[in-house]
């Protein structure tokens, strides 16, 4: 059975940095497009950034754009999102995802989710 975990929140200054990873397992995720999602409550998941695992191409949510980085492991099955620069507006609890859907940032074409990661901004 496919499984994410996260790692890597928790609470920080703004301006401040965090990186959070993805550990992958259970299944050949190669084929896939591994992504990071958003959500709080009350609003619905968002999307964050995704990219390949192999090929370096990522691409990013308007409002991260600069700031977030994402990159991946392949010999270790781990995904990471590096963030930067962060603000209050980036609390959130923060999902990874993947998606056999070439370029998506819908989460409907995301097939498998981790548990989340709670990351909060102080200002």
């Known amino acids: 059975q496919a499984q994410l975990v996260e790692s890597g929140g928790g609470l920080v200054q703004a301006g401040g940095s965090l990186r959070l990873s993805c550990a992958a397992s259970g299944r050949t995720f190669g084929a896939y497009m591994m992504g990071w999602f958003r959500q709080v409550p009350g609003k619905e998941r968002e999307f964050v950034a995704a990219?390949?695992?192999?090929?370096?191409?990522?691409y990013y949510a308007d409002s991260v754009k600069g700031r977030f980085t994402i990159s991946a492991d392949s010999a270790n099955n781990v995904v990471y999102l590096q963030m930067n620069s962060l603000k209050a507006e980036d609390t959130a609890v923060y999902y990874c995802?993947?998606?056999?859907?070439?370029?998506?940032?819908?989460?409907?074409?995301?097939?498998?989710w981790g548990q989340g990661t709670q990351v909060t901004v102080s200002s």
């Open positions: 990219g390949t695992w192999s090929s370096g191409y990522s």
């Open positions: 995802a993947a998606t056999r859907s070439a370029y998506s940032r819908d989460r409907r074409d995301f097939t498998s």
